[in-house]
């Protein structure tokens, strides 16, 4: 398991890291993170997987190949 700093975390997915260290935020989103001490971490499978679940199909008839 690799585990992903806060920082490193919001710049994968394009938010700030201010919106991901809130508790209410990342329930929404539905992204589980460690806190040790002061610092927040994330396992990257889970980040991953969010990822994954957001990703939005191509349209019927285009393709994701370049010409």
Partial sequence: M???TLEDTAQRLGVSPRSLAD???RAR???PGTKIGRRITFN???VTKLI???RE???KG???GRN
Avoid: V
Wanted: charged share 35%.
């Fill in 2 to 4: 690799r585990l992903l």
């Fill in 52 to 54: 994954d679940r957001c």
């Fill in 44 to 46: 990257e499978a889970d």
């Fill in 57 to 59: 199909p191509l349209p």
């Fill in 62 to 64: 285009i393709s994701h």
């Fill in 23 to 25: 508790k209410r935020y």
């Fill in 29 to 31: 989103i539905g992204l």
